[in-house]
């Protein structure tokens, strides 16, 4: 499984592979950097999809439960997006995958008492840096929340990663720009390499 990175930087020369759904989509966002993270993350999506089932067009979405959405007219493909810290990434396979990306930030010790089970508060506690333990389980529960649909209402504080990662449903590692990177499945992950790409490589694909 191959899980594609892309810095989100000059939109505007993405917005040629927007679908017309998308480009509606968009048109009353006016936030720039929501904007920005709609647009790249949705070329990404296109290349993504180009590279690994050689499909040219444009996707079209629809919606499922949770409003979780999948491609109208390829139902048996699996796509995850996600963006964070400038960042937007994306996975697609043939089985339901939870992706998400997460910056490291300064986090304060409280919060693992919202997002943590006992194990993992103790993991936590024993940290020698807090802020980046909070910010790596954070991603990996974002991940498992993904994956259902159900994001944060799935109630972090109930996700017991360490049991995920030991089925190896759920595999987290560092990009190159320092990000984590978490895929949560329903079944044991393959090896998962993360590739980072530019959108004059995703224009030179997709034109």
């Keep these: 499984m191959t899980v594609y990175i892309l810095k ?5 020369a993405l917005l040629p592979f927007m679908s017309e759904q998308r480009l509606e989509k968009i048109s009353d966002i006016t936030a720039k950097g929501v904007r920005t993270e709609k647009i790249c993350s949705y070329a990404l999506l296109r290349y993504a999809l180009f590279k690994n089932y050689g499909i ?8 499922g439960e949770r409003e979780k959405p999948y491609l109208s007219d390829y139902p048996h493909i699996f796509f995850s997006l ?3 810290g400038g960042f937007s990434a994306c996975c697609v396979c043939d089985a339901e995958t939870g992706l998400d990306i ?10 693992s008492h919202r997002i943590c089970t ?5 993991e936590v506690s024993e940290s020698e840096n807090i802020s980046e333990e909070i910010c790596r389980l954070w991603c990996m529960k974002e991940s498992y929340g993904k994956l259902t649909g159900k994001g944060f209402a799935e109630g972090f504080g109930a996700i017991e990663t360490m049991e995920l990662t030991g089925c190896g449903r759920l595999k987290t590692m560092k990009a190159e720009n320092g990000m984590y990177v978490s895929v949560c499945g329903n079944e044991p992950l393959p090896e998962i390499e993360l590739v980072t790409v530019t959108a004059d490589e995703i224009s030179d694909i997709l034109s």
Aim: hydrophobic share 30%; aromatic share 10%; charged share 35%.
């Design 8 to 12: 989100n930087e000059n939109p505007e």
């Design 102 to 111: 997460q910056d490291i930030r300064p986090m304060k010790f409280d919060i």
């Design 56 to 63: 040219e067009e444009a996707p079209v979405f629809s919606y």
């Design 82 to 84: 996600s963006h964070a």
């Design 118 to 122: 006992e194990k993992e508060l103790a």
